[in-house]
């Protein structure tokens, strides 16, 4: 058992978790992730640590409670406790010294971005962070990234919050900065929904700017057997939860990545859409 020493609700539906585990707190680097069982049967969950503190035998959690088994992590953590939180898992970000680096997250993929840009500038980059959600609500730990990045950029698409549009957008300024400018990154870091990621290497791709992206495929095992997260790198089979979950952001396949990601999604919503025309005609499903 994983006893919860806080939980609280920072966006709608989005939960920040501190877990006692000290084991992993002190062996986890940046990059890494757990997965979490709330309960014995329950879904296994993979979720970034998104910060750790060696010293109070702790890990920081951010859950999105979109599904059954991420429901059910909320439920347990507020009556106290986890069932298993197997950890460190996946590969630790390689951190170099670049310069100006950008940090691009895009809504609940900021929660995986955290820790990244946190060790990005704890190793004496200058870290611009570009944070992105629909709307003000929805834009998480902007007040934390500002600690420690020279710059926070927040973007919202209905802009109740910071620059209207899209993450791409507060990015396409600093990549028109001339290169030797201190605005203009020498690698960038994104992590979000696929269509973010992808426009984010697309925009880096002509001037050759090093991307690093975070993949977040469906996992089972989180241990390289399964193949439940294969992906596609440079024309490669990966697994991202021991050879990622970070990869080159110009070499992966996105298209590969988006339809194995709704694998599982796809029967269930087509099911659904063929009950509600079934229940319209007032025939039986
Ligand atoms: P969202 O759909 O609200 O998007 C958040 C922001 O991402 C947008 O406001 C925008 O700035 C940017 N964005 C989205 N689509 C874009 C596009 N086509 N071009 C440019 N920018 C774009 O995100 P959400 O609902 O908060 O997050 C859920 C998504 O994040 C899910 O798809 C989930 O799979 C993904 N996610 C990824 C990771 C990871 O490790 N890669 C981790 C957690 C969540
Ligand atoms: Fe099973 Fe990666 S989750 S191989």
Same mark, same amino acid.
């Given at each position: 058992?994983? *006893?919860?020493?806080?939980?609280?609700?920072?966006?709608? %539906?989005?939960?920040?978790?501190? $877990?006692?585990?000290?084991?992993? %707190?002190?062996?986890? &680097?940046?990059? &890494?992730? !757990?997965?979490?069982?709330?309960?014995?049967?329950?879904?296994?969950?993979?979720?970034?640590?998104?910060?750790?503190?060696?010293?109070?035998?702790?890990?920081?959690?951010?859950?999105?409670?979109?599904?059954?088994?991420?429901?059910?992590?909320?439920?347990?953590?507020?009556?106290?406790?986890?069932?298993? $939180?197997?950890?460190?898992?996946?590969?630790?970000?390689?951190?170099?010294? #670049?310069?100006?680096?950008?940090?691009?997250?895009?809504? !609940?993929?900021? %929660?995986?971005?955290?820790?990244?840009?946190?060790?990005?500038?704890?190793?004496?980059?200058?870290?611009?962070?570009?944070?992105?959600?629909?709307?003000?609500?929805?834009?998480?730990?902007?007040?934390?990234?500002?600690? #420690?990045?020279?710059?926070?950029? !927040?973007?919202?698409?209905?802009?109740?919050?910071?620059? *209207?549009?899209?993450?791409?957008?507060?990015?396409?300024?600093?990549?028109?900065?001339?290169?030797?400018?201190?605005?203009?990154?020498?690698? $960038? =870091?994104?992590?979000?929904?696929?269509?973010?990621?992808? %426009?984010?290497?697309? &925009?880096?791709?002509?001037?050759?700017?090093?991307?690093? !992206?975070?993949?977040?495929?469906?996992?089972?095992?989180?241990?390289?057997?399964?193949?439940?997260?294969?992906?596609?790198?440079?024309?490669?089979?990966? #697994?991202?939860?021991?050879?990622?979950?970070?990869?080159?952001?110009?070499?992966?396949? =996105?298209?590969?990545?988006?339809?194995?990601?709704?694998? =599982?999604?796809?029967?269930?919503?087509?099911?659904?859409?063929?009950?509600?025309?079934?229940?319209?005609?007032?025939?039986?499903?």
């Amino acid at each position: 058992m994983f *006893k919860i020493l806080s939980e609280q609700e920072i966006a709608p %539906a989005v939960h920040r978790l501190v $877990v006692a585990a000290p084991r992993i %707190a002190a062996a986890r &680097q940046p990059g &890494q992730f !757990v997965i979490v069982r709330a309960a014995e049967g329950a879904e296994r969950i993979p979720l970034t640590i998104a910060d750790a503190d060696s010293a109070a035998g702790t890990i920081t959690l951010i859950v999105q409670a979109v599904g059954d088994g991420t429901r059910r992590i909320i439920e347990q953590a507020r009556a106290g406790s986890l069932r298993d $939180v197997a950890g460190p898992l996946g590969r630790p970000t390689e951190i170099e010294r #670049f310069g100006n680096v950008a940090c691009v997250g895009g809504g !609940v993929g900021t %929660a995986v971005l955290f820790p990244l840009a946190k060790a990005l500038a704890a190793a004496g980059n200058a870290v611009t962070a570009i944070i992105g959600g629909r709307s003000k609500g929805l834009v998480i730990l902007h007040q934390e990234m500002a600690e #420690f990045c020279r710059q926070v950029l !927040v973007t919202t698409e209905d802009g109740s919050m910071g620059i *209207k549009g899209f993450v791409t957008a507060a990015l396409a300024e600093l990549l028109a900065a001339p290169a030797d400018s201190a605005q203009r990154p020498a690698a $960038v =870091y994104a992590v979000g929904p696929v269509p973010m990621m992808r %426009a984010v290497a697309e &925009q880096t791709r002509p001037a050759g700017i090093r991307t690093i !992206v975070s993949l977040n495929p469906i996992m089972v095992d989180g241990t390289g057997m399964c193949g439940g997260c294969r992906v596609t790198v440079g024309g490669q089979i990966r #697994f991202a939860c021991v050879d990622g979950p970070e990869f080159d952001g110009h070499a992966v396949d =996105y298209a590969e990545l988006s339809s194995r990601q709704n694998a =599982y999604l796809d029967p269930r919503c087509k099911l659904d859409e063929q009950l509600a025309a079934s229940q319209k005609k007032g025939s039986r499903a």
